[in-house]
Structure formats: C-alpha cells, structure tokens
C-alpha cells in the first residue's frame, strides 16, 4: 500500500481539525473498552483508517460564501462602493445585480445612466467578483430561488434604509422570510438624488449669478458658489474611510509606474475605461485627483460637483487604480516623477478642456521632454458636463410631465364643475 504521506497523523491534525479530535476519542475510548474485556483482538486502527481513506491527504476545504446584492447604481459614487465592500466583507464572494433600465423607468423614472454603463461601473470595482446584468427590482420567489440554486448565493444584502416597491412592500420581504438576508450600514452623507440636487442647485446659482464658464477670476461668485455647495456636501471624510478604499499595496522594486491625473468629477464608465487602458501600460497604476481650486479654475462653475475627497474614494475603488494622490498638482515636475518612480505619464483624448490659462505653461511639458508622455486614445467620448446634461434634460421632462399632468388635472376639474353646475 502506497501512502501519499509518512506524518498522516501531523496532516490529519492540520487539515481537519475537528475531525481528528473525534477519531482520537473514539480511539481512546475502544482502547479502554478492549483493555477492559481482556485485549480483544482488533485490526490495528490507524491501518484500517487509512485503508478506508479517511486520512487520504485531502484539505477539508471551508466552503467559500457567496453573497449577493442588487441596485440600480445609477450615478455611481463612493456611497455604492462602500455598501458593496461591507457586502464582500460578509462573504467570499460578491455577485452585484444591476437592476433593468425597464425596471427602473416602471419604479423610480428614467435612468441617467443607461445599463451598458452602469455595468462597466459596477464591473469595474474592486470588490466585485460577478455581475448579473438585468436584474428584477423587487427579489421574486422565482428570482430568488435561481440566486439559491444557480447562482449559489448564501445570503441576499441589502442597506439599513427601506426599499419598498410601489404597492408599499418591502422589496426583500421574501429573503426575510427564507432566512437568508444580511444588513450592512448605507453610508452617510451621499446620495445619487443628492448628487442631482447638487448639479441643479448649481446651474440655478449660476442662472441667477453669471456665466457658466465663469472662474474665480471673475469676482467673488466662485467662493459664493464653493460656500453653497459646502452646504449640500454633508461627506466628512476620514482617514479610515480612506484606509478601507486603498488597497495598501506600493509599487514592486522594478514596477513600471503609470501615471494619469484629472478631475475625475461624477465618476463615469469613461473614467473605467480609460483607468483600465493606462493600467495595461504597466504595473503599478497612480492617479492624480485635482483639488476642487483647480478643477473649478479650469472648468469654471459649477464644477466639481463632487469635492476632492469624494472624487478621491471613487477612483480608489477601481479595480485598475492601485494608489491617488489627493490634491495632485497641475503641472508635473521632475521632482514628483522622481518620488513616485513614475515611468510613463499618460493623458486620455478625450477631455473637458485642454485649454491652458493665460500665462499658463504645458502641465506635461517636463515628462513630454523626457520622452515618457504619451496621449492615450479614450475609448469612450463621455465626458462629467455630459453626464451632468442628461441629468438636466431628464429634470425637465419630468417637469414638463408634472405641468401637462396638472394641467390635465385642472381641465378634468373644470369640464366636472361645469357639468355639475349644468
């Protein structure tokens, strides 16, 4: 007989624990009862157990837990990403429903985002293991049941805050009742209604106080528009939070830097798109967050519509993102090529403005000189101004319905008085 190991005892005790304690006591015990009865004869244990397999060198495996959460994620945020890192944090697994463009129409109104990228979104994070792409809004017992049994979901997550479908029900009624639910914390601060309130609170100021492309050049309305948006931002950012996002990881020894910078403003699928292409140039992927000074100098009001250390935490959720520099600066120098052990710098083609100020010199010019500066072609033409437009054009047909609606309303009312007074 040929044994895979001599110390099988050694790898018994190892590997499973709990079942080596057991068999040790059985052996005990039969080794009392047959001392007891005079020495009946036995096979010798240890043989017959390895004869039947049970201590063939095999790990006993923990079987690994899979959860599952799902949402809309329509205008993605540091919100979204924290509640699905405290999912992955229950389970060894993440799979992430992403809620049907018809589904959120039918429950909530049209989406900003359509499904194409509100999956590179959600695909794109770190915490994200599987994506199941058209998902029901409320969980059905036939959606529920194909979570268990196909999918092999343990345990079905969602936040603190109430979900409830349109009849008033709760959404996760029947993971409730089956006993597979989980509640993580929703994170404070942050919303994808407050994030729309915060663009049309802006272009309101902007209406009423000056130009669209006004900087802090033009007089005080800047610091005025920085003080309301103070207001509207309730994020406190802490060196926790940051600590959870990051992936704690430096370069190797003979890492090949990358390097990007932006505003990064309403982290979008182009933002992915273009962090995973500027990630396969090497191995070790730096990305400069602007601090809201320079992105509103450049861009004019009413951006950044996220400040600094919002836009910080989404972009260290990329999967594609191994480190930022919060409050990069404008130009790169030598000096910050040096300390960051940057090999190549690169700057997507599509942009808000690649406009200079006046008076103001190339940000790249000195990696440009070193020959380590490259253009990277964006593989999507979306841009922040344009994600803030739709969001915009999607208020104002909602008022336009609201006003045809009531004006219907009002024309019934009065075709009914008439009527009446007939």
């Not at 329509?74 to 589904?103: F, I």
């Not at 994808?192 to 609170?201: A, F, Q």
């Not at 009001?301 to 990069?328: K, N, Q």
Request: charged fraction near 25%; proline fraction near 5%; hydrophobic fraction near 35%.
């Amino acid at each position: 007989m040929e044994y895979e190991s001599q110390n099988w005892i050694w790898d018994g005790l190892y590997y499973c624990p709990r079942l080596f304690g057991g068999l040790m006591l059985t052996v005990a015990l039969l080794g009392l009862s047959t001392t007891y009865f005079g020495g009946i004869g036995l096979f010798p244990l240890p043989y017959v157990w390895l004869d039947s397999g049970v201590f063939h060198k095999k790990k006993c495996e923990k079987k690994r837990i899979r959860v599952y959460m799902d949402g809309c994620f329509d205008l993605m945020h540091y919100g979204h990403a924290n509640a699905l890192r405290q999912a992955k944090a229950l389970g060894d697994e993440l799979v992430v429903g992403v809620v049907s463009d018809e589904e959120i129409i039918a429950n909530k109104g049209p989406p900003v985002l359509p499904m194409e990228e509100r999956l590179a979104l959600v695909s794109g994070l770190k915490w994200v293991d599987q994506v199941i792409a058209n998902a029901p809004y409320a969980i059905t017992e036939q959606f529920m049941n194909s979570l268990f049994n196909e999918h092999k979901i343990d345990y079905i997550i969602h936040g603190d805050d109430p979900c409830l479908l349109p009849d008033g029900s709760d959404a996760y009624a029947l993971a409730k009742k089956a006993g597979r639910y989980k509640q993580i914390k929703r994170t404070e601060g942050v919303s994808s209604t407050d994030i729309v309130g915060r663009i049309l609170s802006s272009l309101k100021d902007t209406e009423g106080g000056g130009d669209n492309t006004s900087t802090l050049s033009n007089g005080d309305s800047g610091e005025r528009h920085q003080s309301q948006r103070g207001q509207i931002s309730q994020f406190l950012p802490t060196s926790q939070r940051i600590v959870q996002f990051s992936n704690g990881k430096g370069p190797g020894p003979n890492a090949r830097g990358v390097y990007i910078d932006g505003a990064f403003d309403l982290f979008h699928a182009g933002h992915v798109e273009i962090l995973k292409k500027a990630k396969q140039l090497g191995d070790f992927l730096l990305v400069g967050i602007h601090t809201d000074h320079i992105v509103r100098e450049h861009r004019g009001m009413p951006y950044p519509v996220m400040h600094v250390h919002e836009r910080s935490l989404s972009v260290l959720a990329c999967r594609f993102v191994d480190e930022v520099i919060i409050g990069a600066p404008w130009e790169i120098t030598k000096d910050m090529i040096t300390t960051f052990n940057i090999s190549i710098v690169v700057h997507g083609t599509v942009a808000e403005s690649n406009t200079l100020l006046p008076g103001e010199t190339d940000p790249y010019a000195v990696p440009k000189r070193m020959g380590i500066f490259r253009f990277l072609e964006s593989p999507k033409s979306l841009t922040t101004s344009s994600v803030a437009q739709r969001i915009v054009s999607n208020h104002e047909a909602y008022m336009k319905r609201n006003a045809k609606k009531t004006e219907s309303e009002k024309k019934y009312y009065e075709e009914k008085t008439y009527v009446a007074g007939e």
